[in-house]
């Protein structure tokens, strides 16, 4: 069977692990306030929405909260490579992360969750808006965001 892109896959054609895995972190965390740090239903920054989702569905990952409003951009980048591997921007699906880099800033320091995808094959996505809203938000990945998405990565436990 040859592999299909993200604008082939249909929900049944996914690895049920990483679709369970965004249903189960949009029902849990969507809605919730944003709060640097954080790391409850009280409040979440983009890291902490990844770190608690990922717990709550029964994944094993390394919490590192020793970063500022401006976190060190190679130690989370190898703190995310721990956990997770690199994709191709045409494999993306549920369940896999971006990782993001603002255009004022030169590294990426932040991160959103793939919860879908729009009729047009546009990635929606989940993630702690530190913004305008001030919570945990879903969004359709605007298109300016492209260029500045400097790696889209998938958990390990589902990788292989």
Known sequence: MALKTCLEMMPSDLPQTSLSYAQSAREGWLGVPY???GRTKRGVDCLGLLVCSARDFGLTVVDNLAYGRKPCHETMKEGLLDHMVKINR???RPGDVLYIRWPNDPHPLHLALVTSFN????PIIMHADCDKQRKVVEITLPLNWWPSVSMCLRWKSWAG
């Not at 009729?119 to 546009?122: E, I, L, R």
Request: net charge negative; no cysteine; glycine share 10%.
């Open 90 to 92: 045409a494999d993306l």
């Open 35 to 37: 709060r640097h740090q």
């Open 119 to 122: 009729d047009s094959g546009v």
